[in-house]
């Protein structure tokens, strides 16, 4: 098993640009969940999905959509990026009523200029 | 004020030292505790949950103080594996949403 995946692993983008991360988990968990890793900083919740077809907005939602079209595969897209959202980006997913023991794929680092 | 707090560090320990370090919170309502492990440049992995009566997991050690809103993690005969970050979790109960610490930087040196 792969566990969680996530591609990209790094990208450079320029302010303004859109780009799209996709994280698949190969565990049928119902719950999955993008996050943003700062400097400093906790870990901090963008958006997240308890099924199919469902979202539902974190901590740090602006400036991010999400899609979970597929159980396997959670999409987070930038529409605009901004410097402010240089970061770190891990997804995690977990089973249905154990949110505490998430499962994190390798992450992805965005810079944006 | 954060609602997770830990001490950034970095703890430089020796190996085959004990060390230990807390996490406070602040919202007395949160039920549910857990310490998770970041290597460098890695993703976080949960190493073990927090229960009111403690956790021992070889020869790590847990301990939940309600009354004074922390947690620990003791660590004995320290690994050079051991080195990493520790991030101290909370679960508020009320939705999906895990409140992360930033996390407390071990380095244990030979």
């Known amino acids: 098993n792969a566990g969680v995946t996530q591609t990209p692993k790094f990208r450079v983008l320029k302010t303004g640009q859109s780009m799209t991360l996709l994280c698949a988990q190969d565990?049928?968990?119902?719950?999955m969940y993008w996050y943003r890793q700062d400097p400093g900083m906790g870990l901090r919740l963008i958006h997240y999905?308890?099924?199919?077809?469902?979202?539902a907005k974190g901590e740090v939602p602006d400036g991010y959509n999400v899609s979970r079209l597929k159980k396997q595969n959670f999409l987070l897209g930038l529409e605009s990026a901004a410097p402010s959202q240089t970061s770190v980006y891990f997804c995690?997913?977990?089973?249905?009523?154990?949110?505490?023991?998430?499962?994190f794929g390798p992450g992805t680092r965005l810079l944006v200029l | 004020r954060k609602e997770v707090e830990q001490d950034p560090g970095p703890f430089n320990v020796p190996e085959g030292a004990t060390v230990a370090f807390n996490c406070t919170y602040s919202?007395?309502?949160?039920?549910?505790f857990f310490w998770y492990r970041q290597d460098c440049r890695k993703e976080p992995k949960l190493l073990m949950s927090?229960?009111?009566?403690?956790n021992e997991d070889g020869r790590f050690t847990a301990q939940l103080n309600r009354a004074s809103q922390y947690i620990s993690l003791l660590i004995r005969d320290s690994k050079l594996s051991d080195s990493a970050t520790y991030l101290c979790?909370?679960?508020?109960?009320?939705?999906?949403?895990?409140?992360w610490g930033a996390g407390t930087k071990l380095i244990i040196k030979p």
């Open positions: 927090v229960y009111s009566s403690g």
């Open positions: 919202n007395s309502a949160s039920q549910s």
């Open positions: 565990m049928n968990h119902e719950y």
């Open positions: 999905s308890v099924g199919e077809g469902t979202t």
């Open positions: 979790v909370v679960n508020r109960g009320s939705n999906y949403q895990l409140i």
């Open positions: 995690a997913s977990s089973y249905l009523g154990s949110q505490e023991t998430q499962y």
